[in-house]
């Protein structure tokens, strides 16, 4: 199979994580009272990604690099009148590879044996179940997950719980979770940079604290504060050099504005999330929506994003042997304890863009088509020094969903 697994874990898993709790007609989901109706929805995403060598120190990096297809079903079920069970499924198809270093060594030498043997993608197959219990003032879940690849095994539980004053105006979450991955490469274990080796094992634990609070009637305002530790394989197999610590802290805050307008009847969606982590990544994240319905059931919903990170304390920048011959990666200082040349713990901006379009389908159905392009390049970022001799690196994400009320 061709080795993909962390970018499309970067990329893809958030992608349809996110759907898989927005979904279409869902906004009593998570309200304080049972949901009176289900949903069941199903999604088609396409997503490629490339690189464009657009400076003399990347000229001739220019290529594509990874198509997905996936498939998703999410739904939810009221039961009883006190709970609901939201559910999700994901199979998605990989092919292509994401470079060795930098935005060199194209492709891996995992892809190069795969090439050779004939494999031509990868499927990964992922589901979640959320049982909820609702009360007059609050909620609690109780969630599973379970992912699966040829060289990756994730599983995780949560628990979640919200609570909301007397007067409704604001609601309290918290939320935990565990998840424990398993890193196997289906072949001899492969030894790396002091001798470690795979399969190797991670887990992961996370929190989270919001406040959601009701300013007027126009105005909703949300602060969520998130810390994750990690402690286990963090290394990529597929990446040479490569050797990063064995535990990983995470700090998160996000906050929210969603604020509606009387006249067009329009919604605006502002958010903001500051990141940090013990790697020495630091990174903030702005972006907008605006949600604008139309006549006879149309809604457009353009948005935009901007990203910005420094790099990690043990990132490597090009080389000038790896600019001079592609082949060759960048030899790590002597004595140092970690080192990565992956380009995604580089400094780097990053700016996307889209449109979401909607269409209710009758009382019962709803139809979507959403649009987005990512562009990254290391010239944009606002807070460290980015890497000339990484390329430009693009997205471009589509999405097809069918939606209908139960």
């Not at 997905?68 to 999410?74: D, E, I």
């Not at 929506?289 to 149309?298: A, F, I, K, S, T």
Request: aromatic share 10%.
């Amino acid at each position: 199979m061709m080795k993909v697994s962390h970018a499309k874990l970067t990329v893809i898993s958030a992608i349809m994580a996110s759907a898989s709790i927005m979904l279409p007609f869902s906004n009593n989901v998570l309200a304080e009272s049972a949901p009176e109706q289900g949903v069941f929805s199903m999604k088609y995403l396409n997503y490629h990604d490339s690189q464009t060598g657009d400076n003399a120190q990347t000229a001739g990096m220019t290529r594509d690099r990874i198509n997905v297809n996936a498939l998703s079903f999410m739904g939810m079920v009221p039961i009883a009148g006190k709970w609901s069970v939201n559910a999700s499924f994901i199979e998605d198809s990989i092919t292509g590879a994401s470079p060795a270093y930098h935005s060199s060594g194209f492709p891996s030498k995992s892809a190069q044996q795969d090439a050779a043997s004939g494999a031509s993608g990868e499927l990964r197959h992922a589901g979640d179940v959320t049982l909820t219990r609702y009360f007059s003032r609050g909620t609690i879940g109780l969630g599973g997950s379970y992912s699966q690849e040829s060289d990756y095994i994730s599983r995780g539980a949560s628990l979640q719980g919200t609570l909301s004053s007397e007067n409704r105006n604001t609601t309290y979450m918290l939320g935990v979770a565990c998840n424990s991955d398993t890193i196997d490469l289906n072949k001899p274990a492969v030894v790396l940079s002091k001798q470690r080796e795979v399969p190797g094992r991670k887990k992961v634990y996370s929190g989270l604290f919001g406040v959601t609070r009701v300013l007027s009637k126009n105005d909703i305002l949300q602060l969520n504060f998130g810390y994750v530790d990690g402690q286990g394989y963090y290394s990529d197999p597929y990446k040479d050099p490569d050797l990063r610590p064995d535990n990983r802290h995470i700090y998160t805050v996000v906050t929210r504005l969603n604020h509606h307008f009387d006249g067009p009847d329009g919604t605006a969606r502002l958010s903001y999330r500051y990141y940090s982590d013990t790697f020495g990544v630091r990174a903030h994240t702005l972006g907008a929506e605006y949600v604008q319905p139309l006549p006879n059931g149309w809604v457009v919903t353009p948005l935009v994003r901007f990203h910005s990170q420094s790099a990690a304390d043990f990132y490597i920048p090009a080389g000038a042997e790896e600019l001079a011959n592609p082949s060759n990666p960048t030899t790590p200082q002597p004595n140092t304890p970690f080192y990565s040349e992956d380009q995604r713990l580089s400094a780097f901006g990053a700016l996307s863009y889209g449109m979401k379009i909607s269409k209710e389908l009758g009382r019962s159905w709803l139809a979507d088509v959403r649009y987005e392009h990512y562009q990254q390049r290391y010239g944009w970022c606002i807070n460290g020094h980015g890497d000339p001799g990484v390329a430009t690196f693009n997205i471009r994400d589509f999405q097809l969903g069918l939606s209908r009320k139960l």
